[in-house]
């Protein structure tokens, strides 16, 4: 897949493929436009993340990524947005219980980051995290794809 996440502003945009991967393959996300998808925790998040459906709380500066691609009728991999949760500092935004959503386009465009631009256009994400209220609003991938 040429085009990258690279180029824009987000600095997990550029780091996430340092993340560590919590999930075994790429698996098909109907919440995030029935994309495959695959899911990457940060150095600071990953412990907590790992306990999974027990993990209560996670640190601040824990940030997930979760890149995404569908795969056209020809065969190919096409890349899809780049989905970014980050924990942020008690004050940041107790709407989003101080997540920090972000939708980046290949290419590194910026679709929406919660408190910045078209902060808006992602609040349909803590809309529907909020389920995940027990696990610090993470919803976690199924079972069968999650690395132990
Ligand atoms: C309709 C519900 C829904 C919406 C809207 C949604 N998500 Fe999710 N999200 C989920 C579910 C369910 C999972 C875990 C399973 C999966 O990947 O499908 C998840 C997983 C994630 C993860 C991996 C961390 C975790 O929770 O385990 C990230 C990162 C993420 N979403 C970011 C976003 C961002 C950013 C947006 C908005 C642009 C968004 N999500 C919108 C339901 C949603």
Redesign the pocket.
């Known amino acids: 897949m040429a085009k990258s996440y690279t180029g824009g502003k987000h600095w997990a945009a550029t780091r996430w493929k340092g993340f560590t991967q919590v999930t075994t393959q790429p698996?098909v996300?109907?919440?995030?436009g029935g994309r495959q998808?695959q899911?990457l925790?940060n150095k600071i998040g990953l412990n907590a993340?790992k306990k999974f459906d027990d993990i209560k709380a996670v640190p601040v500066g824990s940030t997930?990524?979760?890149p995404s691609f569908t795969v056209g009728k020809d065969g190919e991999a096409k890349l899809g947005?780049l989905?970014?949760?980050e924990k942020m500092t008690k004050g940041f935004n107790a709407d989003t219980s101080n997540w920090r959503?972000?939708?980046i386009l290949p290419g590194g465009n910026t679709?929406?980051v919660t408190k910045a631009t078209n902060s808006a256009g992602?609040a349909?994400?803590h809309?529907?995290?909020v389920?995940?209220e027990d696990?610090d609003?993470?919803?976690?991938?199924?079972e069968e794809y999650r690395v132990k």
């Open positions: 698996y996300s109907a919440t995030h998808v899911n925790v993340y997930m990524a979760k947005p989905f970014i949760m959503y972000a939708a679709m929406g992602v349909f994400c809309e529907c995290h389920s995940g696990n609003f993470l919803l976690l991938a199924p």
